[in-house]
């Protein structure tokens, strides 16, 4: 599986980016998918991403960092996963990665290259 981000640059705090991850097969084939992201010196950190639940439900899960500010999307069309980010902040400032594993696959799946994102006045 191939994932290539892409929308990542410099904002201002209070502003917004989006962000785009287009992957080499449909998005909605995979048990996870969404994104992750890593500061200078900090483990990464989950942002947001969809997971298969119990009886092929989907869940939306959301970091506690980015809970009402963030907004993960798919596009079926256009295969790509979509980070929507609003009010960003100085601490928001990292490398964000797609992630997207499929149903059975062990490990902890295929990731982009990363795409940074810096947060700064």
């Known amino acids: 599986v191939q994932l290539v981000e892409s929308g990542g640059g410099l904002v201002q705090p209070g502003g917004s980016l989006r962000l785009s991850c287009s992957a080499s097969?449909?998005?909605?084939?995979?048990?996870?998918m969404g994104w992750y992201r890593q500061a200078p010196g900090k483990e990464r950190e989950l942002v947001a991403r969809?997971?298969?639940?119990?009886?092929?439900?989907?869940?939306?899960e959301y970091g506690d960092a980015v809970k009402d500010r963030f907004t993960i999307s798919r596009d079926r069309a256009e295969n790509t996963v979509s980070l929507q980010m609003n009010s960003l902040k100085p601490e928001d400032t990292a490398v964000y990665y797609c992630?997207?594993?499929?149903?059975?696959?062990?490990?902890?799946?295929?990731w982009g290259q990363g795409t940074q994102v810096n947060v700064s006045s």
């Open positions: 969809f997971r298969l639940g119990g009886g092929a439900t989907t869940l939306t």
């Open positions: 992630n997207a594993k499929l149903p059975l696959e062990l490990g902890p799946g295929s």
């Open positions: 097969r449909s998005v909605f084939g995979f048990a996870v």
